[in-house]
């Protein structure tokens, strides 16, 4: 799997969108963007994944780069129940069940009132 | 849909004794279970893969006589950690992944159980 890199923390307002980016240069063509996080002592929590195109959901907003080198994992409103760490992880795609997913250190995110 | 759950929650043992974990997919069935450990301050680490009716694969460097991983139907993976020691205390997490097909194939995480040795 690709190697990701992303900043160790990152500081946010109440209410503001959250912008949380990821470099995944060594990505392959079948490899898909993968974000979960995991609130302090719980289990990580799925966000959102996505293999070229920008991906939407309840949660969050994926914007993947053209070159699919990079990634950006927008929370629109960010509320103090987002404080958690963001993983950013490259993996084989969902037809691929047998493959685990490689955690790095994550982004922690702190929103602040 | 798509939950994951783990039991016991957390559990302290004496050390030599043996500990066993339960991961069940409440909802959908799973082909395939995950056993990550997490220790204080730092990522999770995979431990082990396990395909239902098969043996499970271990990572480098995790042992399988120490940990016993039984995933014995689709719902279920147990994770057995025999002859605990203090070094054994951590978060241990499973995660399970849906039949290809069904409930979009994300791999789901249970809640973790936190296991500490005295």
């Known amino acids: 799997d690709a190697k990701t890199t992303q900043p160790p923390s990152m500081d946010c307002a109440e209410g503001r969108a959250a912008n949380l980016p990821c470099n995944h240069s060594?990505?392959?063509?079948?490899?898909?963007v993968y974000w979960y996080r995991q609130i302090h002592s719980q289990g990580p929590q799925y966000i959102i994944h996505g293999l070229k195109n920008n991906e939407t959901n309840e949660m969050a907003s994926l914007i993947i780069t053209e070159d699919r080198k990079s990634s950006t994992l927008i929370l629109p409103h960010a509320t103090l129940r987002d404080t958690a760490v963001y993983y950013c992880i490259v993996s084989k795609g969902p037809s691929n069940s047998g493959y685990a997913l490689n955690f790095g250190k994550g982004t922690s995110l702190l929103v602040t009132p | 849909g798509a939950v994951v759950s783990q039991h016991p929650s957390r559990v302290i043992c004496k050390s030599g004794t043996s500990v066993k974990i339960e991961c069940r997919s409440l909802?959908?069935?799973?082909?395939?279970m995950f056993w990550y450990r997490q220790f204080p301050k730092q990522s999770l680490m995979l431990m082990a893969t396990?395909?239902?009716?098969?043996?499970?694969?271990?990572e480098q460097g995790v042992e399988k006589d120490k940990f016993l991983i039984n995933h014995a139907s689709l719902t279920l993976s147990t994770l057995t950690v025999t002859s605990a020691h203090p070094e054994d205390s951590s978060f241990y997490i499973c995660?399970?992944?849906?039949?290809?097909?069904?409930?979009?194939?994300?791999?789901?995480f249970g809640p973790g159980t936190r296991l500490t040795v005295t």
């Open positions: 995660s399970a992944r849906a039949i290809p097909g069904l409930v979009g194939n994300e791999q789901y």
């Open positions: 909802d959908f069935q799973a082909t395939t």
């Open positions: 396990s395909n239902e009716g098969s043996k499970a694969t271990y």
């Open positions: 060594t990505i392959s063509g079948n490899e898909y």
